[in-house]
T-cell receptor, first 113, second 111 residues
Framework: EAGVVQSPRYKIIEKKQPVAFWCNPI?????LYWYLQNLGQGPELLIR????????DSQLPKDRFSAERLKGVDSTLKIQPAELGDSAVYLC???????????FGPGTRLLVL | GQSLEQPSEVTAVEGAIVQINCTYQ??????LSWYQQHDGGAPTFLSY????GLEETGRFSSFLSRSDSYGYLLLQELQMKDSASYFC????????????FGGGTRVLVKP
């Protein structure tokens, strides 16, 4: 069974530029999560999808961050414009139910210069 | 809100036993999970406790006391490959089964 796929694995951009991250969850997993992980800290939830519906986006900074999961499968997380403080690892995870076990992708490491 | 406390770092030698404690405060509690993350890698699920008691999975065991808002992960017969960060995470039933992670405990296994 293929795991959660994320791309790109690494991204370096200048501040004020836009950036997008892509996630393909495990087949059949209806729940998809985007997390942010700063160095030396635990993952922090940004947004959770149930199929194509965003059911928890309370931690998503909506002034610059947006996400979509149009067909209830793949998802894209976008930052526009990026700030220096956005440098972090962006993790995508999926689960077949409401979250007893979440399966994480390898993450996208973003560096904003 | 939710908060979790776990030690920042633990060092032990191969073959030893390490216990990582996790205390939590949450408005609604459903269960406690543990995840392992190697440097540069993805967090991977280790265990989940919804009820009081000990859950054993090979060399790793996890314990929960709901009345004490406390749990721990026990790593036995430590191996070099166990060097990683370990996160406890609370599943909160009042927030749509949201997982809130602790800051992580970095375990360093020495030969």
């Amino acid at each position: 069974e293929a795991g959660v796929v994320q791309s790109p694995r690494y991204k370096i951009i200048e501040k004020k530029q836009p950036v997008a991250f892509w996630c393909n969850p495990i087949s059949g997993h209806n729940t998809l999560y985007w997390y942010l992980q700063n160095l030396g800290q635990g993952p922090e939830l940004l947004i959770r999808y149930e199929n194509e519906e965003a059911v928890d986006d309370s931690q998503l900074p909506k002034d610059r961050f947006s996400a979509e999961r149009l067909k209830g499968v793949d998802s894209t997380l976008k930052i526009q414009p990026a700030e220096l403080g956005d440098s972090a690892v962006y993790l995508c995870a999926s689960s077949p139910d409401l979250g007893e076990t979440q399966y994480f992708g390898p993450g996208t490491r973003l560096l904003v210069l | 809100g939710q908060s979790l406390e776990q030690p920042s770092e633990v060092t032990a030698v191969e073959g030893a036993i390490v216990q990582i404690n996790c205390t939590y405060q949450t408005s609604g509690f459903y269960g406690l999970s543990w995840y392992q993350q190697h440097d540069g890698g993805a967090p991977t699920f280790l265990s989940y406790n919804a009820l009081d008691g000990l859950e054993e999975t090979g060399r790793f065991s996890s314990f929960l006391s709901r009345s004490d808002s406390y749990g721990y992960l026990l790593l036995q017969e430590l191996q070099m490959k166990d060097s990683a960060s370990y996160f406890c995470a609370v599943r909160d039933d009042t927030a749509g089964n949201k997982l809130t992670f602790g800051g992580g405990t970095r375990v360093l296994v020495k030969p």
